[in-house]
């Protein structure tokens, strides 16, 4: 077993209904284990189902792993067992300072609730300010996903509404009457946040709260589809108005800020915000994924631990998942870019998976972006409706030219225009694509897209993560040969084993 005989119930936890996860460090390596790769159950939340053994073991294994860093999860500091409680916008500010070598001046932490607030603000690692749901009824976060509930946006778990949403408000416009209504807003949507934990469609309607036109999150009833998708582009840009005005309340333009919360997936608002703040830092487990890694640097804060200790260069390739036994030959890589030069849909398992909810090239299924239908056919081998934009890894020298990007964008957090005309599997309906660029920390992958460049004179591939809608990226082999068998991937590379139909 690729766990080597370590019971992972042995580790520390984060405590969460939902994106549960641990961390180690060993060897100056993040080892990083998120419970839905290992149990394919998307946004898998343990909860307080850990907490009989939590506080007995874990103790014993910081002593016992030594000078192994085992990370404790949130329970236990919410015990005031490790000292001081660190609330969770607390953890996900330190998750980005622990990826940083200077500590940031400001964080912003935007989500759905965390400990009862929707937004906060650290100077200095100084809380100074935060603002609860329960004073303005509501959070972007969750009003993300209330307002495209009521405009037939479903998931098997809400969580992933708010990205959908991202998508399916492209195919809109502003609606300027509406605008004007919801200019002075009213945050209230929702009576039950619980209507959203659900394992299958949303089945349970939400009850929201007062009804009147200034609700920011609230679609009138009785209306067109093509009203919804209007009203739905218009709720985006004003709650994405929303956040860069938190920015501009409380950061200057040069500072160095630290942005997390799942918020801060939201690549349309992002790139709105990396252009007016060029030294903003986010990274791909800005969501309650990455908790358990603000208290890594929490940890190491209080243990007075350097940072010179670890360099963490497996990032974002950090999942302690199940890795091939054999990496990829030039000769392996060298077929496949010829598989993906001929317009074969490859599936890519490499290495140890990507942190965050993003393919970066090591647990990708891969096309020619150059496709005419080649965004129909991987939505069709993904399950995924025909709204949803793909990404796409571009050679990070040739970034500006295809992409009208001027800073990297290693994790897909950002978008840019696209360029080319014939880049259209990746062209999302109003001009843009998330692009990943491809350094040589990349690994394979970057020689990969080298070799496909050689073959086709694109420096460009559609990327999008190893898995069907609705179930985790791939942690395990057999994930990966499951979704071969069942779909219509042309090609499987696993390390340095090529299979074909």
Same mark, same amino acid.
């Given at each position: 077993m690729f766990l080597n005989n370590l019971s992972f119930k042995k580790f520390s936890y984060t405590r969460s209904?939902?994106?549960?996860?641990?961390?180690?460090?060993?060897?100056?390596?993040?080892?990083?284990?998120?419970?839905?790769?290992?149990?394919?159950?998307?946004?898998?939340?343990?909860?307080?189902?850990?907490?009989?053994?939590?506080?007995?073991?874990?103790?014993?294994?910081?002593?016992?792993?030594?000078?192994?860093?085992?990370?404790?999860?949130?329970r236990l500091l919410e015990d005031d067992i490790f000292h001081n409680a660190v609330k969770h916008h607390h953890l996900h500010a330190l998750s980005v300072d622990f990826m940083e070598k200077i500590p940031c001046d400001v964080h912003i932490i935007i989500d759905g609730d965390g400990n009862g607030r929707w937004y906060?603000?650290?100077?200095?690692?100084?809380?100074?300010?935060?603002?609860?749901?329960k004073?303005?009824?509501?959070?972007?976060?969750?009003?993300?996903?209330?307002?495209?509930?009521?405009?037939?946006?479903?998931?098997?778990?809400?969580?992933?509404?708010?990205?959908?949403?991202?998508?399916?408000?492209?195919?809109?416009?502003?609606?300027?009457?509406?605008?004007?209504?919801?200019?002075?807003?009213?945050?209230n949507y929702i009576g039950d946040q619980d209507a959203f934990d659900t394992e299958g469609p949303l089945e349970r309607i939400p009850r929201p709260f007062l009804k009147n036109e200034n609700h920011l999150f609230v679609v009138p009833e009785d209306i067109s589809s093509k009203e919804k998708l209007d009203i739905l582009h218009t709720i985006h840009k004003k709650a994405g108005e929303i956040v860069l005005s938190i920015f501009e309340k409380y950061a200057k333009p040069n500072e160095h800020i630290g942005y997390s919360g799942g918020v801060a997936q939201n690549i349309i608002w992002n790139t709105m915000l990396?252009?007016?703040?060029?030294?903003?830092?986010? &990274? +791909?487990?800005?969501?309650?994924?990455? =908790?358990?890694?603000?208290?890594?640097?929490?940890? %190491?804060? /209080?243990k007075?631990?350097?940072?010179?200790?670890?360099?963490?260069k497996n990032y974002p390739y950090s999942q302690f998942d199940q890795a091939p036994k054999e990496d990829p030959s030039i000769d392996t890589i060298h077929k496949t870019a010829?598989?993906?030069?001929?317009?074969?849909?490859?599936?890519?398992?490499?290495?140890?998976?990507?942190?965050?909810?993003?393919?970066?090239?090591?647990?990708?299924?891969?096309?020619?972006?150059?496709?005419?239908?080649?965004?129909?056919?991987?939505?069709?081998?993904?399950?995924?409706?025909?709204?949803?934009?793909?990404?796409?890894?571009?050679l990070e020298e040739y970034a500006k030219e295809?992409?009208?990007?001027? &800073? +990297?964008?290693?994790?897909?957090?950002? =978008?840019?225009?696209?360029?080319?005309?014939?880049? %259209?599997? /990746?062209?999302?309906?109003?001009?843009?694509?998330?692009?990943?660029?491809?350094?040589?920390?990349?690994?394979?992958?970057?020689?990969?897209?080298?070799?496909?460049?050689e073959l086709t004179g694109c420096p460009v591939l559609l990327n999008t993560s190893l898995n069907e809608a609705g179930k985790p990226i791939a942690g395990w082999i057999h994930n990966a040969e499951n979704l071969f068998k069942s779909s219509s991937i042309d090609v499987l590379v696993v390390g340095n084993k090529i299979y074909r139909k």
């Open positions: 209904d939902h994106d549960s996860s641990f961390c180690f460090l060993k060897n100056q390596k993040l080892n990083y284990f998120k419970h839905e790769r290992f149990l394919q159950m998307k946004h898998f939340g343990l909860g307080d189902k850990g907490s009989e053994y939590i506080i007995e073991q874990e103790n014993k294994i910081i002593r016992t792993l030594n000078p192994e860093i085992v990370i404790l999860p949130e906060s603000v650290y100077r200095n690692n100084q809380l100074i300010d935060s603002v609860f749901t004073n303005t009824g509501g959070s972007l976060g969750l009003g993300l996903i209330w307002s495209g509930f009521l405009c037939g946006v479903t998931a098997k778990h809400g969580m992933d509404i708010p990205g959908k949403v991202m998508g399916l408000q492209s195919y809109g416009k502003l609606n300027e009457l509406h605008y004007e209504k919801i200019e002075k807003y009213n945050m990396k252009n007016r703040y060029p030294n903003l830092s986010i &990274y +791909p487990h800005c969501g309650d994924e990455g =908790l358990v890694i603000g208290f890594a640097e929490h940890y %190491r804060k /209080i007075n631990i350097s940072k010179e200790n670890f360099s963490l010829k598989y993906l030069a001929e317009g074969k849909i490859v599936a890519w398992y490499q290495g140890h998976g990507e942190i965050g909810p993003r393919a970066l090239g090591n647990r990708s299924i891969l096309m020619d972006p150059r496709i005419p239908n080649g965004k129909n056919i991987i939505n069709n081998v993904k399950k995924r409706e025909i709204y949803r934009p793909f990404g796409c890894s571009v295809y992409f009208d990007l001027n &800073y +990297p964008n290693p994790y897909m957090l950002y =978008l840019g225009y696209t360029q080319k005309k014939e880049l %259209r599997s /990746i062209t999302h309906v109003d001009g843009t694509s998330r692009c990943q660029t491809v350094n040589s920390s990349c690994g394979y992958f970057r020689t990969l897209l080298e070799h496909f460049f």
